[in-house]
Structure formats: C-alpha cells, structure tokens
C-alpha cells in the first residue's frame, strides 16, 4: 500500500525559501521514480521535478538553479528546497511516485505554497 503525504507547505514573502517534505510508505526507493508538480489556481497540472531511482535529477525551466530535489530511503522521505522563491511559484505542491515497471503511480494530496508580499 502506497502512500504520500507532503509537508511544509506555507505564506513566504518573494525572495524567501521552502523546504517541503514527502512522507512516502510502502514504496522501495530503488523501484521508483519519484518527483513534484505542482498546479497553480485556473492553471493546468505542471511537472516542475524528478528524481529517479539511481539519483538522478531533472529540473523544469522554470525552476532549474532554485529548487532542489532529494530523496532519503533511510528516512522514507522525498524532499524540495525551494529558494528564491517568486509569486508565479504559488501553487499547491504534489509529490509523486511511479514504479519502474508497469508504471503505477501515486499521488499526495498536496500541500500550498503561497509566495506574497
């Protein structure tokens, strides 16, 4: 049973950093890919970060250079640092799994990141 929880999610002024954090459960790390989107109010579902299996890392344009994806399977966490945080950053922030083979995903049920003055 696969589940996703994220955390750390709140009010920032612009300029500002974030840490959120993915809680994930009955996953083995090194099946999965792992990542975050996130969707903006009247806007569609973005892919913003990836981390795979083995580590590596992809980055969106959009926040490649102030967002970090990390992953700890000690701790069964997936984490995003983002930094010099803009106002188009606000959105609610999704973490995401998907197995290696076949596919499956799962998805938390997010948390909000408002960036604002």
């Known amino acids: 049973q696969v589940q996703l929880m994220e955390s750390g999610g709140g009010l920032v002024q612009p300029g500002e950093s974030l840490r959120l954090s993915c809680a994930v459960t009955?996953?083995?790390?090194?099946?999965?890919?792992m990542g975050w989107y996130r969707q903006a109010p009247g806007k569609q579902r973005e892919w913003i970060a990836r981390?795979?299996?083995?580590?590596?890392?992809f980055y969106a344009d959009s926040v490649k250079g102030r967002f970090t994806i990390s992953k700890d399977s000690a701790n069964g966490t997936m984490d995003l640092q983002l930094n010099s945080l803009k106002p188009e950053d606000t959105a609610v922030y999704y973490c995401?799994?998907?197995?290696?083979?076949?596919?499956?995903?799962?998805w938390g049920k997010g948390t909000l990141v408002t960036v604002s003055s």
């Open positions: 981390i795979w299996y083995n580590g590596m890392t």
């Open positions: 009955g996953v083995a790390f090194d099946t999965y890919d």
């Open positions: 995401h799994t998907q197995h290696r083979i076949g596919g499956v995903e799962h």
